[in-house]
C-alpha cells in the first residue's frame, strides 16, 4: 500500500477503468510539473465534453503531490526546517512569515503561491517519521480549481463547450475500513502462521513473507525475509536514519503497463466497470480472488 505510492489507485484504475488515473511515478519519472497534470486531466474534461459525455471520473492517489518535483523539493526543506528547534517555538500565526523567511528563493515562490489552504496544509504537523501528512492535504480541490480555471479559459478562447463542476471524495481511511475478503483472511493467517514459525525457531529481526499468492492458498509457500535487507537510508527529522525501503509502482511493470495500454480509451470512452461486492460464498474463482496487480506480476 504505502503512503505514497501509487499503488491502491492503480489496481482501482485496472478494476474500475476511471476516465482519468493519475500514477504519482510516472509524474515523477517524465518530471512532469503542476500545469502538465492540469492539462493532462483538462484535455479528458475536453474531448468528453466534445463527445457530449459531461461527466467522468479522476482518480487521484495520495502522495500525488510529493512526486511533482518542484513539490518534492518544497517538502523536502520544509521537512528539514519544521524539524529544527527554531520553528518549534514559532507560533501558528507567524508560521507562514517564518518559512517564506527560511526557505530557499525557488521554494519560496512556490509556497506563496499556493492556495492559502493548500500552503497550511504543508505546514501542518508531520508524521512520527517527520514527514508531511500528504491525506491532510487537499490536493483534489487544488487540482480542480486548477482545471477550472484552464477550462474556463479555454472557453474563452473557444476551445472548451462543455461543463465543469467538480464533486471530490476522498476516500482515506474508509476505503481501508471495509470487512476483509477471503483472500484477504487466509493471507493474513498465512502471514500469522509464518511469523509463529519464525519466532519458534529463534528466527528473529525477520518479515514474515508468502510466496505463490496467485494460486490456492493450500499451495502457497511461507518464510521470512531479514529485515536489514530492506533497509535503506533516508533522511527523518532532519537527519539521515536507516528505514525500510518504500516499494513503488515500477512503470516497466505488467500491472502499469497493461493500464497505460488501456487509458486512452478509458479517457474518450465510458467503460466503467463495478467490480461488486465482496463475495465469501460459491466457487473460489469468485470468492478467493487476489489483485489483479497480483495476477499481472505473476503473469496468471
Known sequence: MGRSASHI???????????????SEEVEEKNQTLDDVVTYIANAVAKRAEAGNNFGTVLIPEGLIEFIPAFKALIAELNDLLATEEAKTVGVAGLRAFVLEKLSAT?????????????????????????????????????SEMVAAKLAAWKKEGKFNGKFAAQHH?????????????YDA??????GT????????????YMAIVKNTTTPASEWVAGGVPITMMMNMERRHGA???????ALVRLDGAPF?????????W??????????????????????QCTMTLKLEQAK
Open 9 to 23: 489507485a492503480l489496481e482501482c484504475a485496472l478494476q474500475c477503468q476511471p476516465n482519468v488515473c493519475i500514477i
Open 107 to 143: 521554494n519560496a515562490a512556490l509556497y506563496e503561491s499556493l492556495p492559502e489552504g493548500v500552503a497550511k496544509q504543508l505546514t501542518l504537523d508531520r508524521d512520527p517519521h517527520g514527514n508531511v501528512q500528504v491525506s491532510l492535504i487537499e490536493t483534489e480541490k487544488l487540482l
Open 170 to 182: 476522498f476516500f482515506g481511511y474508509e476505503g481501508r475500513c471495509a470487512a476483509p475478503s477471503n
Open 186 to 191: 487466509d493471507y493474513c493467517y498465512a502471514l
Open 194 to 205: 509464518s511469523a509463529a514459525q519464525l519466532v519458534a525457531n529463534g528466527k528473529t529481526g
Open 240 to 246: 539521515m536514519k536507516p528505514v525500510i525501503r518504500k
Open 257 to 265: 503497463k497493461e493500464f497505460a495500454a488501456h487509458r486512452e480509451e
Open 267 to 288: 479517457a474518450e470512452k465510458t467503460a466503467f466497470v463495478y467490480p461488486g461486492p465482496i463475495q465469501y460464498f460459491g466457487p473460489t474463482e469468485v470468492c478467493d
